[in-house]
């Protein structure tokens, strides 16, 4: 189509024609001013490994997220027809004069965006359609009632099998009538007789009809009319097939053959003995149809296997897998503890009509049961505990209702919102009884490749599941349905294994990947299409990897790239820069200080750029220096945790030595976030009294009064409201506030501190309620925002802005950066601090108005980090972090190693989970988790001082660390 802009606008399908006749050989940018970008002119190469790199705040993002993938994303939207654009959101232009050479661009980012809670690893991946369409069409099929396999055949199949038989089998063919149901079925035998049948087997016993016992209406039965009774020889075939025929339609689709062995005929005969139990019955059917139970199994489709499609997901759990139900272990939480103790609490909470009720029916069983407390006490407790929470059997007449019975029906008729919510805090997520969290309808759960339903094979780790599709071998037909599927199911599975992901289950949902395994999972799928001539965009995707498999990753990335395409990532990784073909340094410095190419070019030729700082840490001419000394660990002063057995975690007894700098290290999925961010962190969050999620099992932690409080510092936003900003996030806000009301014009107008805020009404510019812009909606085109026309983008009203304090008024604060800030507030000193420890961590060039929500995660986790740094503490303070240098480069790193060492100096314990070596080399004492990635890890290796962990050859975060400890 016809591009309005001839400069820049190239549809994806021109561009795909251009990456094929490469009349391009660069993505080449003019003029790009998005956000910091300093009016950047760069060309990118085409076709090779291309990385990004840079301080924090640098512009990095800016560049490849905002101004390259949004053009991208823009020119395909464009190539579309004006009908197919009406209904897709339209993209903004970003501020770029040209971009030139664009391919097709797909970025693989770690912000799971809007996830699909029933998205899991498989299905991400599109293994799980092709694992859809195997069961579908070469699975095994049993009946889900019964177990019986099910094989759909047709009577001349059948009749084979029959005739396969040795010669003198006597043959009894029957059409199963009734099977198993409760009833005198008089309609049922007349209907046999009608048909001119004269023999039935009712309950296993042959009979005449005409003699049939009475049959007992309350009891089941089972009725097979006979059809035909054979010996197996040369000519019955005609006759077989017949009596089949009959057989199959009296018997709706399934006949039963009755035979026996002529040798054991023989050999009861001779021995005088009977031949009753010596007769085989088998099963056949004509439909897909279970002759046992009648259960209709002729749609195995694709779709039955989908638990995002009515026809395949579990109709009880929807296909979660899992339901929103009062959890057990919440409301009896210390079950089998000593009866005394563990009679108190489950009424905690509960209404007192609730708890006469079923304290009163409780006592009685209590007292009934009470002999049994010597006997087996611990299955005594349990029974206790079992008939406390679901109740005891329908039959009793004086019955004991469950407390899970008398909570549900509490919380369905309860109106008062407080003790609604007060229910609702013993609620969890269950698995779903129905499927077993399969997900699946039962049906689905019949089919079986290789002895596996699609359940279990998802249930395999990676690793496992890949030995699995290895030993899958067809013959034949099948081989050529069961080959392409295969393949691209074990391309996937070996991409996954590349990338160090090999331990997590098939089935694992999405949304309990950190990021950097998400991104990894979705490149996955990426490279399983096979796609050439295309742009990868990727954010960090070296994050959560062990140096181990950072070379794996590598590889992987350098396989799209011989494909045909162009990778650009953007990352901090020293391994992944000296990769690279291509290496692209933004800075000089962050925000209004960065924005600009300092350097571009083969990694030797960035090095060598002595204007490149990223350069100077690449050739070693500036490096982050390993501590001339280490603080002692005192193993009397700490933390224990013991009896962890969260996810793969193998019994773990851990002891933090407080008062030090801890790097928890370990391959990618050793179980470093399950005995930290799972266990460690809640538990010891509630044992101090505060709010945290139900930490994961654990045998018991101690040590807790050797601290007064536990922060976790993560890089999540500050708030996704754009009226919050680094000003308010850390107090400043309120005590400049404060310093405007204490003014003297401010006194004389009667202005209180409130009158200087943009969030409430008084002094803010009603117009644009304190946001300085107007969204201005326009039908077709973007919405777009403008200054307020009133304030003209200062927020406050002209009232409010006549307040000066030192020459500036509020608006003007709010536009003033960090450094100059400082000086500005020298004379209050409790300003000054927080201003100052914001600076320390490296964010002075940030404006102290600028939206919390444009702050990208390692500038509010430095937001963070200086708001405690700021705080008057006690230096008994536990900090945990979770890969802190996450978006930081080297110099970045360095910075953020001072602020941490700072809170350690003063006393604090502050443990990050870390697969930076730099972090780790510059901690007083590690604790190294593994040997592997799931099943094969959950285990501390190793725990003491990083030249301790050096010195071990066999350990795998020692070999990496060694060479940066060598002076
Ligand atoms: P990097 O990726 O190098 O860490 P970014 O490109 O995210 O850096 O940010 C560059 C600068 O632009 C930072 O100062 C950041 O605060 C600012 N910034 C980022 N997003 C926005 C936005 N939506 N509006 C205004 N400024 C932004
Ligand atoms: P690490 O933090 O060292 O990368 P994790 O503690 O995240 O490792 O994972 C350890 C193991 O536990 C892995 O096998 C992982 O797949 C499994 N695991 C972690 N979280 C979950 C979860 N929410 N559900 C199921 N398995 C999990
Ligand atoms: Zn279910
Ligand atoms: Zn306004």
Request: negative net charge; hydrophobic residues 40%.
């Amino acid at each position: 189509m016809p591009s309005q802009n001839s400069s820049s606008s190239i549809s994806t399908g021109e561009a795909l024609a251009l990456a094929a006749g490469s009349e391009y050989s660069a993505i080449s940018i003019r003029g790009a001013r998005t956000h910091n970008l300093q009016n950047v002119d760069l060309d990118i190469p085409h076709g090779k490994l291309v990385v990004i790199t840079g301080p924090s705040g640098s512009g990095k993002s800016s560049l490849a997220f905002d101004t390259v993938y949004a053009e991208g994303q823009r020119q395909y939207i464009e190539s579309l027809s004006v009908y197919s654009r009406q209904f897709l959101t339209q993209l903004q232009r970003p501020d770029v004069d040209s971009i030139d050479g664009l391919q097709p661009t797909i970025c693989i980012d770690q912000r799971p965006g809007n996830q699909n809670p029933r998205s899991t690893v498989a299905t991400n991946t599109e293994i799980y359609d092709y694992l859809r369409l195997l069961m579908a069409r070469l699975g095994d099929v049993s009946c889900h009632q019964c177990g019986e396999p099910v094989r759909h055949q047709s009577l001349d199949q059948i009749q084979e099998a029959l005739l396969s038989l040795a010669e003198g089998t006597k043959l009894l063919i029957l059409a199963p009538i009734v099977r198993g149901r409760k009833g005198q079925h008089a309609e049922a035998l007349a209907t046999v007789r009608k048909a001119g049948l004269v023999r039935a087997r009712i309950d296993g016993q042959l009979c005449e009809l005409d003699a049939a016992p009475q049959l007992d209406a309350r009891k089941a039965h089972t009725i097979e009319a006979v059809v035909d009774r054979i010996v197996v020889r040369p000519g019955v075939n005609s006759r077989l097939a017949e009596s089949l025929q009959l057989a199959a339609r009296h018997g709706d689709g399934a006949l039963v053959a009755c035979y026996l062995d002529p040798e054991q005929e023989k050999q009861a005969r001779t021995t005088g003995t009977t031949t009753e139990g010596l007769w085989t019955d088998r099963l056949f059917s004509t439909k897909y149809a279970c002759p046992n139970c009648q259960v209709n199994l002729a749609e195995i489709e694709p779709r039955t296997f989908s638990f995002n499609s009515p026809y395949g997901a579990c109709p009880k759990c929807e296909g979660l897998g899992h339901l929103n139900q009062f959890d057990p272990d919440l409301v009896v939480p210390i079950r089998g503890l000593s009866l005394a103790s563990g009679v108190v609490a489950p009424w905690a909470g509960l209404r007192s009509a609730t708890v006469k009720k079923s304290r009163a029916s409780l006592e009685a069983f209590l007292t009934e049961h009470d002999k049994a407390k010597d006997a087996n006490w611990s299955d005594f407790t349990e029974s206790f505990f079992t008939q406390l929470l679901y109740g005891e059997p329908a039959e009793k007449t004086d019955r004991f209702v469950g407390l899970m019975t008398l909570l549900e029906q509490e919380l369905a008729t309860a109106t008062d919102e407080a003790r609604r919510e007060q229910l609702e805090a013993y609620r969890g997520q269950i698995s779903c009884q129905e499927c077993g969290g399969s997900r699946l309808r039962r049906e689905a759960l019949g089919v079986r490749v290789a002895g596996k339903t699609i359940h279990e094979i998802t249930q395999q780790s990676i690793y496992a599941a890949a030995a699995f599709f290895q030993g899958l071998h067809y013959a034949g037909h099948d081989q050529q349905i069961a080959k392409p599927i295969l393949q691209e199911i074990r391309s996937r599975l070996g991409f996954l294994q590349q990338v160090g992901l090999g331990y997590l289950t098939l089935a694992r949902s999405s949304d309990s990947l950190s990021g950097g395994e998400f991104q990894r999972v979705r490149l996955a799928t990426g490279i399983g299409a096979g796609l050439a001539g295309i742009l990868y965009i990727l954010d960090e995707p070296s994050i959560g990897l062990h140096s181990r498999d950072n070379d794996r990753l590598i590889a992987a990335l350098r396989d799209l790239q011989t494909n045909g395409s162009t990778v650009l990532v953007v990352e901090h990784d020293e391994a992944m820069m000296h990769a690279a073909d291509w290496l692209i340094d933004i800075g000089p410095g962050a925000g209004s200080q960065g924005g600009k190419v300092i350097a571009a070019g083969t990694p030797a030729e960035v090095a060598a750029d002595p204007l490149s700082l990223t350069g100077a840490y690449l050739s070693g001419r500036q490096t982050i220096a390993v501590p001339t000394n280490r603080r002692t660990a005192d193993l009397a002063r700490a933390i224990t945790i013991a009896g962890c057995t969260a996810n793969n975690l193998q019994n773990v007894t851990a002891t933090i030595p407080l008062g030090l700098l801890i790097a928890v290290t370990g391959v990618s999925g050793s179980g470093k976030s399950s005995l930290i961010n799972e266990t460690l962190a809640p538990a010891l969050i509630r044992k101090l009294g505060g709010v945290a999620p139900k930490p994961a099992a654990h045998a018991s932690l101690v040590g807790t009064e050797l601290i007064d409080k536990v922060i976790e510092i993560d890089q999540r936003g500050l708030g996704r409201s754009p009226r919050s900003n680094a000003a308010t996030y850390t107090g400043l806000w309120d005590e400049i506030r404060k310093v405007f009301a204490t003014t003297k014009e401010a006194r004389q107008l009667g202005y209180a501190p409130n009158r200087f805020s943009f969030n409430v009404a008084g002094g803010r510019c009603e117009t644009c309620q304190g946001q300085g812009l107007q969204r201005i909606e326009m039908n077709f085109l973007p919405d777009i925002f403008v200054p307020c026309p009133t304030c003209s983008g200062q927020r406050f009203n002209a009232q409010t802005l006549q307040v000066l304090y030192r020459g500036k008024n509020i608006a003007e604060i709010l536009e003033m950066s960090i450094d100059e800030a400082v000086g500005f507030f020298e004379n209050f000193s409790h300003i000054e601090r927080t201003l100052v420890s914001l600076c320390d961590v490296g964010l002075g060039y940030l404006k102290l108005g600028q939206p919390s929500t444009t702050l990208s995660g390692g500038e509010a986790q430095r937001v963070k980090l200086a708001t405690e740094l700021a705080r008057a503490e006690t230096g008994r303070t536990f900090y945990l972090l979770d890969e802190p240098t996450t978006g930081l480069h080297f110099d970045d790193i360095r910075l953020l190693l001072g602020v941490l060492q700072k809170l350690v100096d003063r006393g604090n314990t502050v443990l990050v989970i870390e697969h930076n070596l730099d972090v780790i080399k510059s901690a007083d004492w590690l604790i190294d988790l593994g040997p592997d990635g799931g099943d094969g890890g959950g285990q501390i290796m190793f725990a003491g001082t990083p030249e301790q962990l050096a010195s071990l050859p066999e350990n795998l975060t020692g070999k990496f660390l060694k060479p940066l400890l060598k002076h």
